[in-house]
């Protein structure tokens, strides 16, 4: 009801400047941009810059993780029965963060064409996959040394679940606080993934 009171308005044409009631012009046919329309490029503006930093991080994490693993045959024997799964992890996180790249990468694509309903869809499989990696973040015995990468990546995949959460209600229901949320966890997410970087460089 308020979208057709909204239609109803009177308004000027910036074209001609003939008084206009609906989404077209009648005198030139020149097309009205609401601001809802605008509200809505402005919210895929948004998604599509947190998304394209979180994609250059995780490409980021993805080349340094191989170059600073360190091999088994240059560690020297444990002093404890204990059996760390330092390796086990890192190969685990690796594998992850290339699916978590590739969704944010169809997230971002799907912003910037401001296709709502397929940006619902990846916001949803970004939900769904970071659900299941946390599940089994946590599997996985580490060394005290490696605890704290294990720690910032459950962080990355806890803000991207959220994130994909409201993101998938933003592009939903094309709710500005909703994308807002989303867009705050994207934020906090990229601040983990530097943490986790520098922790991996070490």
Not at 25 to 42: F, I, P, R, V, Y
Not at 82 to 90: G, L, N, R, S, T
Not at 112 to 135: I, Q, V
Request: some cysteine; aromatic content about 8%.
């Amino acid at each position: 009801m308020l979208e057709e009171i909204e239609e109803k308005e009177i308004k000027k044409c910036p074209n001609c400047g003939s008084e206009v009631t609906g989404k077209f012009c009648s005198n030139c046919g020149h097309k009205l941009e609401t601001d809802k329309e605008d509200n809505k490029k402005l919210e895929m503006t948004v998604i599509l810059a947190i998304t394209t930093v979180i994609c250059i991080i995780l490409v980021t994490a993805l080349i340094t993780m191989p170059q600073e693993l360190p091999k088994t045959s240059e560690l020297s024997e444990p002093v404890t029965t204990i059996k760390f799964q330092d390796e086990e992890f890192m190969d685990w996180m690796l594998s992850v963060s290339t699916i978590l790249y590739y969704d944010n990468i169809q997230v971002s694509k799907y912003a910037s064409l401001s296709t709502l309903d397929e940006l619902e869809l990846w916001c949803e499989k970004l939900e769904e996959d970071s659900t299941t990696y946390l599940s089994q973040v946590d599997e996985y015995l580490l060394s005290p040394e490696k605890q704290q990468i294990q720690y910032e990546f459950r962080q990355v995949l806890q803000d991207f679940k959220t994130a994909g959460y409201y993101g998938k209600l933003g592009a939903r229901y094309m709710d500005a606080d909703y994308i807002s949320m989303a867009a705050r966890y994207m934020d906090s997410a990229k601040q983990h993934l530097d943490n986790l970087v520098d922790l991996v460089k070490k």
